[in-house]
């Protein structure tokens, strides 16, 4: 009974406590759902959600589409084709198909023609979460961006700290003016350092042959009173300074088609030097850049060729001022959705370099064998050949670096081999023919930028080409004179 008792008299003390303690637990919950709220919109109550409320359910369509492996063949992407079950399905590299990219298809040909940089899917694969952007449909709804113009601060601070730590380009005396890639800027600057006065002649735009064909075909297809195509700088390449001072000279350097460093030939003339390659996944570093006006692009960067950014640095305040009225007049300014995924891609990049996630080292070693595989094949044939690429020393990686381009410049040898395209289409392997560039039609460009089944078909096709030649042992025969039937 006594036991009882006091069993009875310790349950007012008991029932206090649990009041007390459910009160404070209460308070707490109150608190937390105060504070939280502004910020996460709800609070986490258990499951997978992480306090996510609108961003869960694009984040979970994201992961469900990167998880969907169609064979390793190719991607689903979110704005894909919508099947019967309302999701969109896999797109598949070329050559495969089948609802999950698991059947090689006959008779395929390589298609090596386009410059389509997909050869770093696998490294951002790899690095998803640092280089990912949630971008909400409120984000950046107006017209400018935190200055009150068309660019963003902060992503100009980081394209400056990039160039600084990687030292390709010398950035401190530079304005920088953004653009839809780097192809609108060409156009923008030939505008910026046109004359303005009508009384002035057009002035003459020009490149030296090899180059990057569409420099002729949007100078054409903009052609006016301010300037327009000049042709290539061979006709002009004697005169004086005085003569060239009316020729805006376009110089890719490392070139493109065939990736060799280039200068400008024109004394006397503007220059816009194009540097979209100049990254040390291409090429060898020896100096940054301090060239008056370069330009660069996240499609050769990164390899975000569909977010459509490039950037141009510019020496002189009033051609910055003329090609950015250019951006500004024909689009508004670059995409404000882009420069946040640039933002993000740019801050993942700086964050790895130098070490293991490196993407200049990564490049560097997928483009290095590739351009390895496919000098071993065509080292051992006498009708095709590629460029002379030597090793060369970087200042990034601290060392003799191993040639990594993005394009094969391969050239017929054979003299009734004339169109090399041919020669190459009649093999399999698709190509952009060199008379674009205004070369001999005996050159044709074979691009090593894309997936890894891309690179598969290209290197199978020219090993059968190469595979196929017979050589003549007739005495005194020229190495020129083959027969290519198949044995």
Same mark, same amino acid.
Not at 75 to 92: A, K, S, Y
Not at 192 to 197: G, I, N, R, T
Not at 274 to 279: G, H, K, P, T
Not at 339 to 354: F, G, S, T
């Given at each position: 009974?006594?036991?009882?008792?006091?069993?009875? /008299?310790?349950?007012?003390?008991?029932?206090?406590?649990?009041?007390?303690?459910?009160?404070?637990?209460?308070?707490?919950?109150?608190?937390?759902?105060?504070?939280?709220?502004?910020?996460?919109?709800?609070?986490?109550? +258990?499951?997978?959600?992480?306090?996510?409320?609108?961003?869960?359910?694009?984040?979970?369509?994201?992961? !469900? &589409?990167?998880?969907?492996?169609?064979?390793?063949?190719?991607?689903?992407?979110?704005?894909?084709?919508?099947?019967?079950?309302?999701?969109?399905?896999?797109?598949?590299?070329?050559?495969?198909? +089948?609802?999950?990219?698991?059947?090689?298809?006959?008779?395929?040909?390589? $298609?090596?023609?386009?410059?389509?940089?997909?050869?770093?899917?696998?490294?951002?694969?790899?690095?998803?979460?640092?280089?990912?952007?949630?971008?909400?449909?409120?984000?950046?709804?107006?017209?400018? =961006?935190?200055?009150?113009?068309?660019?963003?601060?902060?992503?100009?601070?980081?394209?400056?700290?990039?160039?600084?730590?990687? &030292? $390709?380009?010398?950035? @401190? %005396?530079?304005?920088?003016?953004? &653009?839809?890639?780097?192809? /609108?800027?060409?156009?923008?600057?030939?505008? !910026?350092?046109?004359?303005? %006065?009508?009384?002035?002649?057009?002035?003459?735009?020009?490149? =030296?042959?090899?180059?990057?064909?569409?420099?002729?075909?949007?100078?054409?297809?903009?052609?006016?009173?301010?300037?327009?195509? +000049?042709?290539?700088?061979?006709?002009?390449?004697?005169?004086?300074?005085?003569?060239?001072?009316?020729?805006?000279?376009?110089?890719?350097?490392? $070139?493109?088609?065939?990736?060799?460093?280039?200068?400008?030939?024109?004394?006397?003339?503007?220059?816009?030097?194009?540097?979209?390659?100049? *990254?040390?996944?291409?090429?060898?570093?020896?100096?940054?850049?301090?060239? @008056?006006?370069?330009?660069?692009?996240?499609? #050769?960067?990164? +390899?975000?060729?569909?977010?459509?950014?490039? *950037?141009?640095?510019?020496?002189?305040?009033?051609?910055?001022?003329?090609?950015?009225?250019?951006?500004?007049?024909?689009?508004?300014?670059?995409?404000?959705?882009?420069?946040?995924?640039?933002?993000?891609?740019?801050?993942?990049?700086?964050?790895?370099?130098?070490?293991?996630?490196?993407?200049?080292?990564?490049?560097?070693?997928?483009?290095?064998?590739? *351009?390895?595989?496919?000098?071993?094949?065509?080292?051992?044939?006498?009708?095709?050949?590629?460029?002379?690429?030597?090793?060369?020393?970087?200042?990034?990686?601290?060392?003799?670096?191993?040639?990594?381009?993005?394009?094969?410049?391969? #050239?017929?040898?054979?003299?009734?081999? /004339? @169109?090399?395209?041919?020669?190459?289409?009649?093999?399999?392997?698709? =190509?952009?023919?060199?008379?674009?560039?205004?070369?001999?039609?005996?050159?044709?460009? !074979?691009?090593?930028?894309?997936?890894?089944?891309?690179?598969?078909?290209?290197?199978?096709?020219?090993?059968?080409?190469?595979?196929?030649?017979?050589?003549?042992?007739?005495? &005194?025969?020229?190495?020129?004179?083959? $027969?290519?039937?198949?044995?």
């Amino acid at each position: 009974m006594e036991a009882v008792a006091a069993a009875g /008299q310790r349950r007012p003390a008991s029932t206090w406590l649990l009041a007390f303690y459910s009160s404070l637990l209460l308070n707490v919950l109150l608190l937390a759902h105060h504070f939280l709220r502004p910020f996460g919109g709800v609070v986490a109550t +258990g499951g997978d959600s992480c306090g996510l409320s609108w961003a869960l359910q694009p984040a979970k369509e994201a992961e !469900a &589409g990167a998880a969907t492996e169609c064979s390793g063949h190719g991607q689903v992407f979110l704005d894909g084709i919508t099947g019967e079950n309302g999701r969109p399905g896999c797109e598949c590299n070329r050559c495969f198909g +089948g609802p999950d990219c698991s059947v090689r298809m006959a008779n395929c040909s390589a $298609n090596a023609a386009s410059g389509n940089p997909l050869f770093l899917e696998p490294y951002w694969k790899r690095n998803a979460a640092t280089g990912s952007v949630m971008v909400s449909a409120w984000h950046r709804l107006g017209y400018i =961006t935190t200055d009150g113009e068309y660019q963003s601060v902060e992503l100009q601070r980081l394209i400056r700290q990039l160039h600084r730590t990687v &030292g $390709n380009a010398a950035v @401190d %005396d530079k304005h920088l003016v953004f &653009g839809t890639g780097s192809i /609108q800027l060409v156009n923008a600057l030939v505008h !910026a350092l046109s004359s303005p %006065d009508a009384a002035s002649p057009p002035a003459r735009v020009v490149a =030296t042959a090899p180059y990057y064909a569409s420099y002729r075909t949007q100078t054409r297809m903009f052609d006016g009173r301010e300037y327009g195509w +000049g042709g290539t700088t061979t006709a002009w390449a004697n005169a004086s300074s005085n003569a060239t001072h009316g020729f805006i000279e376009l110089v890719a350097s490392p $070139n493109n088609p065939d990736t060799l460093m280039q200068e400008r030939v024109l004394r006397g003339s503007a220059a816009i030097v194009d540097r979209a390659y100049y *990254w040390p996944h291409f090429t060898h570093i020896p100096a940054p850049a301090d060239d @008056d006006i370069m330009l660069f692009t996240a499609s #050769k960067l990164s +390899g975000n060729a569909g977010s459509r950014f490039g *950037w141009a640095l510019i020496r002189d305040e009033n051609v910055a001022e003329r090609a950015n009225d250019y951006v500004q007049e024909s689009t508004m300014g670059a995409s404000r959705d882009s420069q946040l995924r640039m933002l993000v891609v740019i801050k993942a990049i700086l964050a790895n370099l130098h070490g293991k996630e490196d993407i200049f080292a990564f490049g560097h070693d997928v483009m290095s064998t590739r *351009w390895r595989r496919l000098n071993a094949v065509v080292s051992r044939s006498r009708r095709i050949s590629l460029q002379k690429i030597p090793p060369q020393y970087c200042t990034y990686f601290k060392r003799t670096r191993a040639p990594s381009p993005a394009y094969a410049w391969i #050239k017929c040898e054979r003299e009734e081999d /004339q @169109d090399c395209h041919e020669v190459l289409l009649k093999a399999k392997v698709i =190509t952009r023919s060199g008379v674009g560039s205004e070369a001999s039609s005996r050159y044709t460009r !074979a691009s090593l930028l894309k997936t890894d089944d891309d690179f598969d078909m290209l290197l199978e096709m020219i090993t059968d080409l190469v595979n196929d030649e017979k050589y003549s042992t007739t005495a &005194g025969s020229s190495p020129m004179s083959v $027969n290519t039937q198949r044995k």
